[in-house]
């Protein structure tokens, strides 16, 4: 499901207007964009945990050469699913 058909079922589930489901997904975009700047956890019971966690820097290989290179510290993005997400997607 792409955004546009997001938008589109979500408005015919809630009767709401196409173009207010877009502005409350913007809405929620960024405002997980803030909060993930910022390290902060996001959690809506049943549905998603979004957290921020650290990648330590390590060594890796070029699949392609075998060249050994150096892969840099990074903070990534997790999202875990709830229960009732994970309910739904083993019907």
Do not use: W, Y
């Not at 589930?13 to 910022?38: I, M, Y």
């Not at 549905?47 to 330590?56: D, H, K, P």
């Amino acid at each position: 499901m792409n955004r546009k058909e997001l938008v589109t079922a979500v408005a015919e589930e809630a009767s709401l207007e196409q173009r207010t489901v877009d502005a409350v997904l913007r809405a929620l975009q960024t405002t997980l964009e803030d909060a993930a700047a910022k390290g902060d956890k996001v959690s809506l019971p049943g549905f998603f945990a979004l957290s921020v966690s650290a990648r330590a820097a390590r060594e890796g290989r070029n699949p392609a050469t075998g060249e050994t290179i150096h892969i840099p510290a990074a903070k990534t993005v997790k999202l875990t699913p709830g229960s009732a997400l994970k309910d739904a997607a083993n019907r």
